[in-house]
């Protein structure tokens, strides 16, 4: 493995107005009053998911079956108790003005190709042209009032996942993407590991130059040598370290041999997420927390016990029972995250 390279400190962002972020929220009708006793309750108690020096964190993708407007997903962690969030990308640049895609593509048909006709793929690649026209010229004030909202209600943004970060993306994309995680306060973008080592070496000049971590994550390619080309291509190149796909992977990953990577690797982990799977051999299913084969309490205890700097992200994919939503099962995860960290 290449040698590790130390990952600066993040800087401190906490101190503005509390009328300035609800005023920004704007929220709808509906939930007005509920955000409001939120927010005054909020003055005095934050939610904290911080847990013996541990930053417990959630993706914008555990609440994919609840309504995504970022006012909406501050609230969920709010709800949820989270302090943190790795923030997704299309619902942020919709919050910034992205131009709204009015293309009227005929409806998908499960295990059929799509085929559209000359003057829709003239439209579709005439908005693709208005997104990268925008992107390469947009100011960062919408990022940086999304980051004082979310951090006045007490929850920081420490990863965005934005959607151009791909080869097909332009270099003025992807240091748009990189300006606005600066913006919002992320210290790292995030993104599938690249199978072309060319990109993701272009991935980490481009991040060396603005000073934003990429952060590789990995499905079920997950080995403990997944990795090294894009670490070894730069300093800025990082791990989204998954735990739960790394153990459905199966083969020679194990609990033992994950715990060993995250000491090895701990200064190249920028963030985690954290699942339950079942292992390869026990069908791979995603389960609730405390009932699969992903060792969380085993992870957890690494992070706080050789005070590691790594968020440990709720990453919510296990079947939501009746009766519950996105929000009450997060806050399980977090229950439990929260149980072992303190047992």
Not at 146 to 155: D, E, I, P, Q, T
Not at 182 to 197: F, H, I, N, Q, Y
Not at 219 to 238: E, F, G, K, R, V
Request: hydrophobic share 35%.
């Amino acid at each position: 493995m290449p040698s590790n390279t130390v990952l600066p400190t993040e800087q401190s962002r906490r101190k503005f107005l509390y009328q300035t972020a609800l005023t920004s929220l704007g929220l709808i009708c509906a939930g007005r009053s509920a955000w409001a006793k939120n927010s005054i309750n909020n003055l005095v108690d934050n939610p904290d998911s911080k847990i013996k020096g541990v930053q417990v964190g959630v993706i914008t993708y555990s609440f994919r079956s609840m309504p995504g407007k970022p006012e909406q997903l501050l609230q969920y962690c709010i709800d949820s108790n989270i302090s943190a969030i790795e923030l997704m990308g299309d619902s942020v640049e919709d919050y910034a003005g992205k131009p709204v895609n009015t293309v009227k593509l005929p409806p998908r048909v499960q295990g059929q190709q799509t085929v559209l006709t000359d003057e829709q793929k003239a439209q579709v690649a005439a908005y693709q042209k208005s997104v990268v026209d925008w992107r390469a010229s947009v100011a960062m004030d919408k990022f940086e009032e999304l980051r004082k909202m979310y951090n006045k209600a007490g929850v920081s943004i420490y990863a965005f996942k934005p959607n151009a970060l791909n080869p097909n993306n332009t270099d003025a994309e992807i240091e748009y993407a990189l300006k606005a995680a600066k913006a919002l306060g992320a210290r790292s973008v995030t993104v599938e590991l690249p199978t072309d080592t060319a990109h993701s070496k272009r991935l980490g000049d481009l991040g060396e130059k603005h000073k934003v971590y990429i952060g590789y994550h990995a499905h079920l390619q997950a080995t403990d040598t997944a990795w090294d080309t894009a670490l070894a291509q730069s300093p800025y190149n990082s791990m989204n370290l998954d735990c739960g796909h790394y153990i459905a992977a199966g083969g020679n990953n194990t609990k033992e041999t994950l715990l060993a990577l995250i000491e090895a690797r701990h200064e190249r982990i920028t963030t985690m997420h954290l699942k339950d799977r079942k292992t390869k051999a026990n069908g791979g299913n995603n389960v609730v927390w405390g009932s699969g084969d992903t060792p969380i309490k085993e992870v957890l205890t690494l992070l706080r016990e050789k005070k590691y700097k790594i968020p440990a992200t709720i990453e919510l994919e296990y079947d939501i029972p009746a009766g519950s939503d996105a929000v009450k099962e997060t806050k399980k995860c977090f229950e439990f995250a929260k149980a072992m960290l303190e047992a």
